[in-house]
């Protein structure tokens, strides 16, 4: 017998280990769950690591020098994460986001994203892959992204003046330099680009309409601003009700200084509501995570770095896909594309999460002690 030795990191989350059906189906490019959402989104975080230390996502009293991130050996491989997105796209996945942690931290993943974009739909069309960033290594990276095949990339940003903004990333980084990763993704082609700003009451929400300007007169149409509410994820962030601003009264705001028109959605299941400037300006979005859920129409999974399959953002327990993608069967021979395509099959089709909807009607179960994944870890 031989003693194998897991990482602790590696069971920071409750995973199950995937069944696999004896007799294994091929996909058909669609795959439903129990409320008849399609699944179409993957969410592939790369790296568990970030250089900011945002109180609402990895604040520094907790993930301080002495936190212990997932070593080397347990992430998926770039081949490990091509070979699972090219099984989620033969059930039917249209859209690959690459996040973090922040993904750009992760060595060379310029190379990942060349082998995900020579990835086809069951119909020869390419995917649509974009990649999400707090921008500090944007400026230096922007044209290798797009060389590579990225077409679109999503930067957060919290404020626009330096020292809200350095306050709140916690470690001392100037909101220039992300600008200015912006003016490079731009200028390399990574277009139509978003803005993510996460707005907290009484952290930053004054800077909602100064960004807002900001955006309209150094980008306009180049460039969507978002503005999310601030999310539950997790139990790290300290997340309390009354630091939540409703997305109607950032509307609210935002129609005063700017007047806005509403705009329908552009794709089935897009999380943002969509507003344009009435003077043709471009338009915004707001994404309201608490305070209006989206779960109805939910088509996401995803991907943790070291390969758990997590079906909700506020889950407690994912699946181990690394087991099937590193593992062998009870033969000893290794699962092929169709056993793992099975498993997945058999874990979506059995989904029925929606967190959101149920908190949101005083529903939510409290918990069974699990905490949640930390957003850090699985991505937004």
Not at 95 to 123: C, F, H, Y
Not at 365 to 378: A, K, L, W
Request: hydrophobic fraction near 40%.
């Amino acid at each position: 017998m031989v003693n194998t030795v897991i990482p602790l990191a590696d069971l920071r989350y409750a995973a199950q280990a995937p069944r696999v059906p004896q007799h294994a189906a091929p996909p058909m490019g669609v795959l439903a769950d129990r409320l008849g959402r399609p699944l179409r989104d993957l969410r592939i975080s790369v790296t568990d690591r970030c250089n900011f230390r945002c109180s609402y996502c990895m604040p520094k009293e907790v993930f301080d020098s002495s936190y212990k991130f997932l070593p080397q050996s347990s992430l998926l491989s770039f081949e490990e994460i091509t070979r699972a997105a090219r099984i989620f796209v033969a059930h039917g996945v249209v859209k690959l986001r690459l996040t973090g942690g922040e993904p750009l931290l992760r060595k060379n993943v310029e190379a990942l994203i060349g082998q995900l974009a020579a990835l086809r739909t069951p119909s020869g069309e390419p995917l649509d892959i974009t990649l999400t960033t707090n921008g500090s290594l944007l400026e230096r990276k922007a044209r290798a992204l797009r060389e590579a095949g990225l077409r679109r990339v999503t930067v957060s940003l919290d404020a626009l003046d330096d020292a809200v903004f350095r306050r709140m990333n916690d470690v001392d980084f100037p909101v220039e330099q992300v600008l200015r990763g912006v003016d490079a993704a731009l200028q390399a082609g990574l277009a139509p680009l978003k803005i993510n700003m996460v707005v907290k009451r009484g952290t930053n929400d004054h800077e909602i309409v100064p960004l807002a300007r900001h955006v309209r007169e150094r980008w306009g149409k180049a460039v969507v601003l978002r503005f999310i509410e601030y999310m539950d994820v997790g139990a790290t962030n300290g997340w309390r009700m009354d630091e939540v601003l409703p997305s109607r009264e950032v509307v609210h705001r935002l129609s005063e200084a700017f007047p806005l028109e509403p705009l329908a959605a552009s794709a089935p299941g897009e999380t943002a509501e969509r507003w344009r400037y009435r003077d043709g300006g471009g338009e915004v979005g707001v994404i309201s995570s608490v305070t209006q859920a989206f779960c109805g129409d939910c088509n996401r999974a995803r991907l943790s770095t070291e390969g758990k399959l997590f079906l909700c953002l506020f889950a407690s327990r994912g699946h181990d896909l690394r087991a099937l993608l590193r593992g062998t069967g009870p033969e000893g021979q290794p699962w092929t594309d169709a056993q793992v395509a099975a498993a997945i099959g058999l874990i979506w089709n059995e989904r029925e999460d929606r967190y959101s909807a149920l908190r949101g009607a005083d529903q939510a179960e409290p918990g069974s002690g699990e905490r949640r994944v930390e957003m850090h870890y699985i991505g937004g």
